[in-house]
């Protein structure tokens, strides 16, 4: 089976930089993806990882240790809609390709 | 638009009722995955299919069931519901061997009265 563990809720300040933490369990691993979601939507994809390292996309660079099972998320020069869900799965090979999501963590931006 | 379409956008229903949903992948993807999420459990995995056969299985109840169709859209058929299947239900689709995840459905709201 897949346990993903991820923070309920964080807050931060426009300008700021928020580390999101993301550890799973997983008998067979194969990629870590985050997504976001803003109330009421659909997620949307926001990076992946495979290997080892860091990820940078703009704003946004993730990062993966396979050995630790733990990935964070990190969002910088926060904007107020950056407000959002974000959330950590891992693609399972039990599970096919399927993403296997964790329950997500709700960041609030204030100014 | 994200190109997967699903419809309806929302459904009220009563208890003991029978729902079909339905989503229209990306134009060439192969695989259709569907999600519940309600607001406790965040977004549950229910099953997957791969160009009309099915591939994984989630968390899907006995009174859920699904299927992709030649043109490959898929359908969610939902049965005898009760109170607690309230939830957004999303449909998602990939290309395989993508490595982007995949890309979401606007969802169905469903509402169970």
């Known amino acids: 089976g897949q346990n993903i563990d991820q923070p309920t809720e964080m807050t931060a300040t426009e300008g700021a930089i928020v580390q999101i933490n993301c550890t799973y369990q997983?008998?067979?691993?194969?990629?870590l993806f985050w997504y976001q979601q803003h109330a009421g939507e659909a997620p949307t994809f926001l990076s992946y990882?495979?290997?080892?390292g860091l990820e940078e996309k703009g704003r946004f660079s993730s990062f993966l240790s396979r050995s630790k099972g733990y990935s964070y998320l990190l969002l910088k020069e926060l904007q107020m809609k950056d407000s959002a869900s974000y959330l950590c799965?891992?693609?399972?090979?039990?599970?096919?390709?399927?993403?296997?999501f964790g329950k997500g963590t709700t960041l609030s931006v204030s100014s | 638009d994200s190109g997967v379409t699903q419809t309806p956008k929302h459904l009220i229903t009563a208890t003991g009722q029978r729902v079909t949903l339905r989503c229209s992948p990306r134009?060439?993807?192969?695989?259709v995955y569907w999600y519940q999420q309600s607001l406790d459990q965040g977004l549950q995995f229910l099953i997957q299919?791969?160009?009309?056969?099915?591939?994984a299985k989630g968390n899907i109840l006995e009174r859920f069931s699904a299927q992709q169709f030649p043109d490959l859209h898929s359908e969610l058929n939902l049965s005898s519901l009760e109170l607690g299947d309230s939830a957004l239900y999303f449909c998602?689709?990939?290309?395989?061997?993508?490595?982007?995840?995949?890309?979401f459905g606007s969802g169905t709201r469903l509402t169970v009265v």
């Open positions: 997983t008998s067979g691993f194969n990629g």
């Open positions: 998602a689709s990939s290309v395989r061997g993508l490595d982007y995840g995949y890309t």
């Open positions: 990882n495979v290997l080892d």
């Open positions: 299919y791969y160009n009309g056969e099915e591939r």
């Open positions: 134009s060439g993807d192969l695989s």
């Open positions: 799965a891992v693609r399972d090979g039990q599970a096919g390709t399927a993403l296997i």
